[in-house]
């Protein structure tokens, strides 16, 4: 498989940059210049990525893939890897991927005013591009410092091309990770909003469940809360992140629920660790929506679909759907 690991700077969406979501590290020039802000933004159905080479070299597409002429101006069909470095807990993280990416030798430059005329040297269509929700940031990219020769090291671009053991399985691993990912994700299915206030103890006993093993399968060490009356149900923690996780289990594929007055509350005390699950068909289908606060739109959303809104009416009592 061609692959190729792109090193940028850290950002909750790469659509460009703003005073909520300012990107962090990355290449070494002045953080409102950075190309790579710009990575997941869809223009007329193409995402134009951007990682810095050193001193401007040329990507090695004959890296990429050996067979392929050191005189190619691109090459296509690889999965690019993009990773980043988190400014919260330190450590390296696969952040999204490209597949079926187009890599360009050289930088190429740009007049989409959308994206402030920044250049690009990778490309790919938007629904081949997967940019992973903040919590699901927990596969974690070795550094050559800790692993030794072969592993991402200072440059921004790997090949991951060493002939060594622990690379390849690394790389496969890296291949297994996104796979598995994209089949559950497509596995999602669509719901519509219609009320359904009725709980039962056994819906939310599987949702707990089913919330649990989630997110223990991102990396979470998870603690239960449900009788401590603190406004969430369970504690998740990766490192140095600690996340507060308020679960709501539904018997079928609509998302309305209730919200007391102390869940509201936590919410908007610490609207950046908490997160509203809410797993629909939780005793039988179970699939999990989690809700996570966008400081740039102002909103609690979907992490997986920021078009995915919530909505909380606060009379008579906190209900809150999707719209």
Known sequence: MRLLFA?????????????????VGGGSYDNKDKHEAFNFQDFKGTCYGYVQTVRNAKISLSRIDNTVSNSASK??????????????????????????????????????????????????????????????????????TVKGKGFLGQSNVWYADYDDASVQEFRDAVVEYITKYQVKRNAVIKYQ????????????????????????????????KEKDNVGWDLDAVYGKIHLKLEVKGLASNTISVHI?????????????????CVVINAATNPQMIVFIWDNTLKQWVSEDDSSIVLSIDMKPSYIACVK
Request: hydrophobic share 30%.
């Open 7 to 23: 090193n940028i700077g850290w950002m909750e969406h790469y659509k460009g940059n703003c005073d909520a979501d300012m990107i």
């Open 75 to 144: 090459i296509n069909n690889v999965l690019v890897v993009w990773v980043a470095s988190r400014p919260d807990s330190g450590g390296t993280y696969i952040v999204g991927w490209y597949n079926n990416a187009t890599v360009y030798a050289d930088y190429c430059s740009s007049n989409n005013a959308e994206r402030n005329q920044y250049g690009y040297n990778i490309t790919a269509r938007k629904d081949d591009c997967v940019l992973l929700p903040v919590d699901s940031r927990t596969m974690n990219v070795p550094r050559a």
């Open 193 to 224: 909003v219609k009320v359904d206030a009725k709980a039962r103890k056994k819906i939310e006993e599987a949702a707990i469940k089913y919330v649990t093993k989630e997110y223990q399968s991102r990396g979470y060490h998870i603690t239960s």
């Open 260 to 276: 007391t007055s102390n869940e509201h509350e936590k919410m908007c005390d610490d609207r950046k660790n908490y997160r509203l």
